[in-house]
């Protein structure tokens, strides 16, 4: 049974400290995305790749967030410093460039910022 | 205003019941649309998918697209107490931009045994 795996699951932090969340797409998908969940702004895109290259960030607060794919079976999120606004649910989705058919979604990291 | 808006609910029918969801959108382009169901504490799963207009059927749920009112549906027919969860519509352009799925904010939905 393939699936999305994210670790870690949970997380707590104080403001300022570096968060770095992990995926691990379903073996064969050449497409990652990252979302951000909250109840006012419900889900969105914070970064899509395309076979490991980053076609879109755009979502993504520049100055403080980070995405990348070392390789093609991990992509990490990566937040420094943190902030108590960045309390949400972080989810990665992988899927094949066929369509949003194929896009799976991972379980989610639930990250508090103190 | 939002791109894709979306009564949150919560929507409380009985067993048995037919569920009607639905989101409205504003940019004309969209032509893939998308329904998800989130259970609690769990990440997003694809229900139903349709492109440009018209309607699809799988089993007791139906989509319908009316692209001339931009206005989707999702109809629940036979609801269960299984069916309770949290129900996003997502919609994206042809394109560049196919994607970028803009999600509406979800239906919270509890069907009562």
């Known amino acids: 049974d393939a699936r999305v795996t994210q670790t870690p699951r949970h997380k707590v932090t104080e403001m300022g400290q570096e968060v770095t969340m992990r995926c691990q797409p379903i073996?064969?998908?050449?497409?990652v995305f990252w979302y951000r969940q909250t109840m006012m702004q419900g889900l969105e895109l914070l970064a899509y790749?395309?076979?490991?290259?980053?076609?879109?960030d755009s979502g993504m607060p520049k100055d403080r967030f980070s995405a990348e794919m070392p390789d093609a079976t991990l992509a990490t999120l990566k937040i420094q410093p943190s902030e108590p606004r960045d309390s949400a649910v972080y989810f990665c989705?992988?899927?094949?460039?066929?369509?949003?058919?194929?896009?799976?979604f991972g379980p989610g990291t639930r990250l508090l910022v103190l | 205003q939002k791109e894709v808006e979306q009564d949150p609910g919560p929507l409380s029918v009985p067993e048995g019941a037919i569920v009607s969801l639905n989101c409205t959108y504003s940019n004309s382009a969209f032509q893939y649309f998308m329904w998800y169901r989130q259970y609690s504490r769990k990440g997003p799963e694809l229900l139903m998918y349709?492109?440009?207009?018209g309607n699809k059927e799988d089993g007791r749920f139906t989509a319908q697209v009316d692209k001339s009112s931009k206005y989707i549906s999702l109809f629940i027919r036979d609801s269960q107490p299984s069916d309770s969860a949290t129900y996003l519509c997502a919609m994206s352009a042809v394109g560049v931009g196919t994607y970028k799925y803009i999600f509406g904010t979800g239906t919270r939905l509890k069907v009562l045994a």
């Open positions: 349709t492109y440009s207009s």
């Open positions: 073996l064969g998908h050449n497409t």
């Open positions: 989705a992988s899927g094949s460039a066929g369509g949003p058919e194929t896009q799976y």
């Open positions: 790749f395309r076979n490991r290259a980053p076609l879109d």
